[in-house]
């Protein structure tokens, strides 16, 4: 039979990191030998304590249904996080568990959005942003940020790409792909030209708030800017602070109204965060944080080696990131340079494509994060790992005639 979707989907494209963690996958089946660098996934096991947990929910019997939209338990724990972490009061009801932060914003998008309504994304975004916008028959608003700026949206260009139209201003910091991170004043100066907008909400994507490096600090919206808090929805999970990608907890804090129809879409669409997960949850947030600062070092000593080896190769220029465990490059020095087999490499996907099959790394292609030509290397990779990735990358490199 032939299935014809919907309209909805045929704007909507799969994740492209899926894609290049899927082609390294099957290279390995076929035996070759693939290093990933693809998954935006810490290597780190998920601590003892957060499993323990929920070995013990299983043993209490706590395997039923919960609340839609997360336990009262996990709720408060999160509630003393923003207070513990970030200063910020919320009670229970302003906050939403979901399966993952991804759920958490796609429930926010799909029930605030209309048909034209427009998302403001600054460039490079993590891929699923416009995708989601899309599916919820948004108009993603990209804007551009440069590498001389930091990666970061300054205020003139927000305040340039408002419209009557303008829905959500997306922020996410420290970035995925980047590593930028915005300060407090340069958030709080982002605030100020919203204030004089109040059709505008800000989701404010604070998955990686714990990975910083050399000394910097995190800042959310909900802090810099309190005066707007009641159109501010600060999103977090436990994915990458807690080594739990593979749990599916995510949450996100904002004004009732908006938790309230959060709920609703999430009552029909999934039900409940696994109910084990969310116990394990608790144990996260209200264990001991002693061992992220251990976590935090060891990502700054994998970045230092990655930008250092990449900024050591003609035609990539790596930038330094703040936070986070990916490294951004720019990779258009290598834009038309000739393989040993005479292929040309027109696009940063036929870069990443090279990569993959000569140098068996897999890395994804800058045009997934809307800012060509360039890549994003995920460092969250033993030492040894990624001593061996930048070698094979190197002597891909080296094995091309520039342009
Ligand atoms: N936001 C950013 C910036 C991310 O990189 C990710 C995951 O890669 C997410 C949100 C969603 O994470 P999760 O759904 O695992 O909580």
Redesign the pocket.
């Known amino acids: 039979m032939n299935i014809s979707f919907s309209d909805r989907l045929a704007k909507v494209k799969p994740s492209p990191?899926l894609v290049m963690t899927k082609a390294a996958i099957e290279l390995k089946a076929c035996g070759h030998d693939v290093i990933s660098l693809a998954a935006?996934?810490p290597d780190f096991d998920t601590p003892e304590p957060i499993c323990r947990a929920a070995c013990e929910a299983i043993a209490r019997g706590e395997t039923r249904y919960t609340s839609v939209d997360g336990t009262h338990r996990l709720k408060c724990a999160v509630a003393h996080k923003f207070k513990r972490d970030n200063g910020l009061s919320f009670s229970a009801e302003q906050i939403t568990i979901?399966?993952?932060?991804?759920?958490?914003?796609a429930n926010a998008l799909l029930a605030t959005l209309s048909a034209g309504d427009e998302v403001i994304i600054p460039a490079p975004y993590?891929v699923?942003y416009p995708d989601i916008v899309l599916m919820g028959e948004g108009v993603p608003v990209i804007i551009e940020t440069k590498a001389e700026s930091g990666f970061k949206m300054r205020p003139a260009d927000l305040l340039a790409s408002l419209t009557p139209r303008t829905k959500w201003l997306i922020l996410?910091s420290p970035?995925?792909p980047t590593g930028a991170v915005y300060s407090r004043s340069e958030l709080r100066d982002l605030a100020d030209v919203l204030i004089a907008h109040p059709h505008v909400m800000i989701l404010s994507?604070d998955?990686?708030e714990t990975i910083l490096f050399d000394g910097a600090t995190f800042a959310t919206m909900a802090q810099a800017a309190p005066e707007l808090s009641d159109r501010i929805l600060t999103?977090n999970?436990?994915?990458?602070t807690y080594n739990m990608?593979g749990w599916?907890?995510?949450y996100g804090a904002g004004p009732v109204s908006l938790i309230e129809k959060i709920l609703v879409i999430q009552s029909q669409l999934s039900g409940n965060p696994c109910s084990v997960s969310q116990a394990a949850a608790v144990e996260a947030l209200e264990g001991s944080q002693d061992f992220l600062a251990v976590q935090r070092a060891a990502y700054q000593e994998r970045r230092d080696l990655v930008v250092a080896a990449i900024n050591r190769m003609d035609g990539l220029v790596c930038f330094k990131p703040q936070g986070?465990f990916y490294a951004f490059v720019d990779c258009a020095g290598l834009i038309g340079a000739q393989t040993p087999e005479g292929r040309i490499l027109p696009s940063d996907e036929d870069i990443a494509l090279y990569l993959l099959e000569k140098g068996g790394v897999a890395v994804v292609h800058g045009a997934a994060f809307g800012c060509s030509p360039s890549l994003r290397l995920a460092f969250a990779a033993s030492k040894e790992v990624l001593h061996e990735a930048c070698a094979r990358i190197g002597k891909a490199v080296a094995a091309l005639r520039l342009p």
Request: proline share 0%; no cysteine; glycine share 20%.
């Open positions: 990191t935006g996934e979901g399966a993952g932060g991804k759920q958490v914003i993590w699923s996410n970035s995925n994507d998955m990686y999103i999970g436990v994915s990458k990608t599916r907890i995510g986070a």
